[in-house]
Nanobody, 127 residues
């Protein structure tokens, strides 16, 4: 049974930093993608940062490039999201997600194509 557990959300002021952590259990497929989506109130879930576990390739939403960094520790089966220069528009529920790379292109799949999800962690940035 796959389980993804997020931690590290919270509240901060604009310009602050937070680090999110996602620990996976029951999911060790290196030919896969893991990463972070977010969903602001009343909006659709969107990809923030994703990582291809085998080769470490990454993909970021344009709105977070240069501010957020995704990384992984394969030995710990953990993915991190370091967020700096936070803005009020970054406020959302952040979800960790994972999917195997069957068929390829997992970095570019939408949220609906990711199979496994964490419970989410709230990030709130005040101006």
């Amino acid at each position: 049974q796959v389980r993804l557990v997020e931690s590290g959300g919270g509240s901060t002021q604009a310009g602050g930093s937070l680090r999110l952590t996602c620990v996976a259990s029951g999911f060790t497929d290196s030919d896969s993608c893991m990463g972070w989506f977010r969903q602001p109130p009343g909006k659709e879930r969107e990809a923030v940062a994703l990582i291809f576990r085998w080769r470490g390739g990454t993909r970021y939403d344009d709105s977070v490039k240069g501010r957020f960094t995704i990384s992984q520790d394969l030995a710990k089966n953990t993915v991190y999201l370091q967020m700096t220069g936070l803005k009020p528009e970054d406020s959302a529920m952040y979800y960790c997600a994972a999917v195997d790379n069957s068929g390829g292109g997992c970095l570019y799949r939408p949220a609906s194509k990711y199979d496994f999800w964490g419970q989410g962690t709230q990030v709130t940035v005040s101006s």
